[in-house]
C-alpha cells in the first residue's frame, strides 16, 4: 500500500512539473523535466534482456553495474573504467579471479537492500539454468559477458567473486557495456514479485532515476531518486519520446516540445546551430555496416564481396549524404577503443576494379541480391537513404539490390539470422573493447549474422582473450582485424559522430565517447 502511495504521488509530481516544463521551462539551473527526442521506440526495460543503445540509454540511469564507464570527459579516447556499485576490485596474477568489493548502505528504489546476494541473484539469473529464476532471454542477451565464468560466490556480505577457467581480458570492459543486455543490477524483490517476462513493465535498481511510467510509442518517464547514494540529479526527471522520423524530431526540437534530439537530420545541423541551438557530438565507438551472408552462392564469393565494398563510395556517403555527421569507415574495429587505427583502410574505393572482380568471379552481367535493413532505430542513422546509396553505388557495376525494410524492434528481432536469398544485411554496433570484433566475427559470436569463419581469426581472438598484458593483446586483436579485412567479411560504411542537438538553456549535457551518457550533470536554465 506504501509503495502505491509513493508511486502515486511521484507520477503527480512528475505531471505537474512536465506541465510547467511544456510551457518553456525556467528555473535557477535546478529542477525542471528534461525532455529528449529519441529515435525509435525503446525495447524492454529489463537490463538483462534489452537490445539497442536507445534502450540502455534509458536503463542506463535506472540500473547500475558493479563498474562503469567515467563519461564525464568528452575529450578521452574511450571512458576510463571507474567503479560503481563496487567500490574497488582485485584480479587475481594469473587473471583467473575478479573480487569486487561493494558499496555498502546503498539501496534499490523499492528499499531492497544492495548487497553481495543481490548481485548473486542477478548474475545466476543470466547464467546458471538451475537457479529458480533464471531466464533464458537473459542468458542469451549476456552470453558475452558470463559465458567464460567457471563459478561466482558470495564471500561476505560486500564481497563478490567471479571465477573464470582462463583469463578473460574483456571482463571488466564488458561490465561497462550495453547494447546487447547489460550487467544493470536489479532488484531481486522487484524480479520475484513481477517474473521474469513482466519485471520489465516496473523496472527497480539503484540508478540516480526512477521509472514512472511509459506509455508505448509515446514516452518513456523518470523522475530523480532522491535517496540516491552519490550526487543526485539536478533535472527532477526525464522524459524519453520516441519520434522515429528524423524530420519530426527537428520540428519538435525547433517547436519547443523537446529539449533535446538525438540523430537530427544531416542537413538540419548547421542551420540549427546558426539559430541558436547547441551541437554537442563525439567520437563514439560506433560502426555501421554490411553483414555478409556466406550461405548466399554469390556472397560466399571472396571478389564478390571485395567488389561490394570497392563500390560503395563510403567517402560520398559521409560527406554528401550525411553531411559530415558520420566518417567514411574503413576497418571493422571500432573507433574509440584500445586497438583501433585510424590510418586502416581495408579497400580503395575503385569501382572500374570492382567490375573487373565482378567479372573474373563469373558475375560480369551482373546479378540480383536482397538487403535487408530497418527504417529506424539505434545508432541506425538515417538507414533507409543510406541503403538507397549504396543500392544506387552497386548498380554502377551491375549489381541489382531488392531493399526489404523493416521497423526497428520487428528487424532487431531476426537480423542475425538470415535467410539464404539474402545477399546482406546491415546494423550498427560497436564497443569500447577491441573484443567487439570477436562477437561480430567468431564462430559462436552472438554477432555473427552472416556466419563467417576464419581458424586463423579465432586463433587470434583467443590469444586477444586469454593474454594478460593488454598492449600484447591489442596487437594479437589489429592482427585478427587484419584478417576480416583480408577476408571482406564485413563491409564497414561509416562511422557516426554522434550528434546531439539542444536547446540553448540545456547545460552540463555531455557527449563522450561512447554510445550513451549521463544525465546526473544537466540542468534546465
Known amino acids: 500500500m506504501k509503495k502505491a502511495l509513493l508511486f502515486m504521488l511521484l507520477l503527480l509530481a512528475l505531471t505537474l512539473t512536465t506541465a510547467c516544463s511544456s510551457e518553456g521551462v525556467e528555473g535557477s539551473g535546478g529542477g525542471g523535466i528534461l525532455i529528449i527526442g529519441i529515435e525509435s521506440e525503446a525495447d524492454v526495460l529489463d537490463p538483462h534482456r534489452a537490445g539497442g543503445w536507445v534502450t540502455f540509454r534509458i536503463n542506463r540511469q535506472i540500473h547500475e553495474s558493479l563498474v562503469t564507464g567515467d ?260 576497418s571493422a574495429q571500432t573507433p574509440a577503443n584500445s586497438a583501433f587505427d585510424p590510418d586502416f583502410v581495408d579497400y580503395e574505393y575503385n569501382p572500374e576494379r570492382a567490375k573487373e572482380l565482378l567479372e573474373e568471379a563469373g558475375y560480369g552481367d551482373g546479378f540480383e541480391v536482397k538487403f535487408q535493413t530497418s527504417i529506424d532505430g539505434s545508432g541506425q542513422l538515417i538507414p533507409v537513404p543510406m541503403a538507397e546509396w549504396i543500392q544506387a553505388d552497386l548498380a554502377k557495376v551491375g549489381i541489382n539490390v531488392i531493399l526489404d525494410t523493416y521497423e526497428w524492434i520487428t528487424y532487431l528481432g531476426f537480423w542475425t539470422t538470415m535467410d539464404p536469398d539474402v545477399g546482406f544485411n546491415q546494423m550498427s554496433w560497436g564497443m569500447s573493447t577491441p573484443y567487439f570484433i570477436s562477437i561480430i566475427g567468431s564462430e559462436n559470436g552472438i554477432g555473427n549474422a552472416g556466419n563467417y569463419y576464419s581458424a586463423e581469426f579465432e586463433e587470434l581472438v583467443h590469444k586477444a582473450i586469454t593474454e594478460l598484458d593488454p598492449d600484447v593483446a591489442d596487437e594479437y586483436w589489429k592482427q585478427a582485424n587484419q584478417i576480416l579485412a583480408e577476408d571482406a567479411a564485413f563491409a564497414p560504411i561509416v562511422n557516426d559522430t554522434a550528434p546531439y542537438i539542444m536547446a540553448d538553456y540545456v547545460e552540463g549535457f555531455i557527449a563522450p565517447n561512447e554510445e550513451w551518457y549521463d544525465l546526473i550533470d544537466v540542468t534546465i536554465n
Do not use: C
Open 71 to 330: 563519461l564525464s570527459d568528452p575529450n578521452q579516447m574511450y571512458p576510463p573504467i571507474k567503479p560503481g556499485l563496487a567500490e574497488s576490485w582485485d584480479i587475481s596474477e594469473d587473471g583467473l579471479t575478479y573480487t569486487f568489493h561493494l558499496r555498502e548502505g546503498v539501496k534499490f528504489h523499492d528499499g531492497t537492500d544492495f548487497n553481495a546476494e543481490a548481485v548473486e541473484f542477478n548474475v545466476r539469473r543470466a547464467w546458471d539454468p538451475n537457479f529458480e529464476y533464471y531466464d533464458a532471454n537473459s542468458a542469451g542477451s549476456l552470453s558475452l559477458v558470463y559465458e567464460r565464468i567457471k563459478d561466482i560466490r558470495v564471500e561476505d556480505e560486500y564481497t563478490f567473486v567471479f571465477e573464470f577457467e582462463e583469463p578473460f581480458s574483456a571482463f571488466l570492459s564488458l561490465l561497462t557495456q550495453g547494447g546487447q543486455g547489460s550487467t544493470g543490477i536489479l532488484s531481486p524483490t522487484a524480479l520475484m514479485e513481477a517474473g521474469n517476462d513482466q519485471y520489465a513493465e516496473n523496472p527497480v535498481g539503484t540508478g540516480p532515476f526512477m521509472f514512472a511510467a511509459r506509455e508505448r510509442g509515446q514516452r518513456i518517464e523518470l523522475v530523480r531518486n532522491e535517496d540516491y547514494w552519490s550526487e543526485k540529479p539536478h533535472i527532477d526527471g526525464v522524459i524519453f519520446r520516441p519520434i522515429p522520423d528524423a524530420s519530426a524530431r527537428v520540428l519538435a526540437l525547433e517547436s519547443g516540445e523537446v529539449d533535446i534530439i538525438a540523430v537530427p537530420t544531416p542537413d538540419s545541423v548547421e542551420r540549427l546551430v546558426d539559430s541558436g541551438f547547441k551541437l554537442e557530438q563525439s567520437a563514439p565507438p560506433h560502426s555501421w555496416y554490411l553483414n555478409f551472408n556466406f550461405d548466399h552462392p554469390a556472397m560466399s564469393d571472396l571478389r564478390v564481396r571485395q567488389a561490394i565494398i570497392m563500390a560503395i563510395d563510403r567517402e560520398g556517403m559521409a560527406n554528401d549524404l550525411l553531411r559530415g555527421t558520420a566518417t567514411p569507415s574503413t
